[in-house]
């Protein structure tokens, strides 16, 4: 199965994203035309998509860090706490899921190719576009997030969501097939079977 960051992605961080979207049919209904009442809702939805991506994120790198030391030598519980709470002060300097700091953060693991994480075959088309859209999500959640007005509609936020599904499925299966390597973990840490991508918030 994937990795547990990916699982956790699946479960429960789409799974907060499900619940304001429960919250937004529940106010606005589901009927074609402009809401104003959820004007807020989709504001907080972008809020809360970025966060969620940017602590899966953390969250791969700490397993994968995990996952390395472990391939290499039998460690004592102990030492696996230190190795994961260090990794875990690593990835707090990820404030905010730039692309450019999120290969920073992985080429701690020795992933040196800018970006490897999004060339997997599957994403080899979007990876230009979605890595310009990941930045403009990025400005705009900040943006939202320091009390800015920008308007935001739920077909932004389900774009949003689809985007963030894409770069996290790409990004656990390229750092799962990287750790493959022969001079890494030597074995594959996670497997392939993730299943379709779905709609926006499935």
């Known amino acids: ?19 304001l979207r ?7 209904g589901t009927e074609r035309g402009r809401r104003w009442t959820t004007a807020e809702l989709n504001r907080l939805m972008t809020v809360a998509a970025v966060g969620e991506f940017s602590a899966f994120i953390r969250e791969l790198f ?5 996952t390395l030391a472990l391939a290499s030598q039998q460690l004592e519980l102990p030492t696996q706490e230190l190795i994961a709470a260090l990794a875990s002060r690593t990835s707090e300097t990820l404030t905010n899921p730039w692309p450019d700091q999120i290969a920073r953060l992985f080429r701690g693991i020795g992933m040196t190719g800018d970006h490897a994480f999004w060339q997997t075959p599957e ?3 979007h990876v230009p576009n979605d890595r310009n859209a990941l930045k403009a999500l990025v400005e705009l959640r900040n943006s939202l997030a320091h009390g800015g007005a920008d308007r935001v509609t739920l077909k ?10 894409r770069l996290a499925l790409s990004t ?8 493959a390597a022969p001079n890494m973990a030597g074995t594959i840490p996670w497997d392939s079977h993730y299943g379709p991508l779905g709609d926006p918030f499935t």
């Not at 700490?62 to 995990?66: H, Y």
């Not at 936020?157 to 599904?165: A, C, G, N, S």
């Not at 656990?172 to 750790?179: L, P, R, T, Y």
């Open 123 to 125: 994403m080899r088309g």
């Open 62 to 66: 700490i397993e994968s860090v995990q």
């Open 22 to 28: 429960d919250v937004h049919r529940a106010v606005g």
């Open 156 to 165: 932004n936020v389900e774009r949003q969501v689809r985007l963030l599904k």
């Open 1 to 19: 199965m994937p990795s547990k960051a990916y699982q956790r992605w699946i479960n429960y961080r789409l799974g907060t994203l499900q619940a």
């Open 172 to 179: 656990d299966q390229a750092i799962g097939a990287f750790m």
